[in-house]
Nanobody
Framework: VQLVESGGGLVQPGGSLRLSCATS????????MSWYRQAPGKERELVAD????????NYADSVKGRFTISRDNAKNTVYLQMNSLLPEDTAVYYC??????????WGQGTQVTVSS
């Protein structure tokens, strides 16, 4: 099983980034996919998640209206479009896969830094 995030980097406040998480080794469409983030000295927090078919999404209050999670089941890939980025969005972003409530698989993370 592999989950490989990409698309992180340094961006100015107000800018945008699109994260991707390419997966393999499991039946992607049967898993809900999530993006988490962890800032230095803070606990890992759920940012957004999406059901297997992509019909239901949920967002943390802190990113609602700015971030959009989506998935392409033909490409086994989940995305996180991040707009209007703030310095407090700086963190390592992880994608994850779960069948039920517990996360089954994690990616290695990608750094997002929002700074002028």
């Amino acid at each position: 099983v592999q989950l490989v995030e990409s698309g992180g980097g340094l961006v100015q406040p107000g800018g945008s980034l699109r994260l991707s998480c390419a997966t393999s080794g499991f039946t992607f469409s049967r898993y809900a996919m999530s993006w988490y983030r962890q800032a230095p000295g803070k606990e890992r927090e759920l940012v957004a998640d999406i059901t297997g078919a992509g019909g239901i999404t949920n967002y943390a209050d802190s990113v609602k209206g700015r971030f959009t999670i989506s998935r392409d089941n033909a490409k086994n890939t989940v995305y996180l479009q991040m707009n209007s980025l703030l310095p407090e969005d700086t963190a390592v972003y992880y994608c994850s896969a779960r069948r039920l409530k517990r996360v089954d698989y994690w990616g290695q993370g990608t750094q997002v830094t929002v700074s002028s």
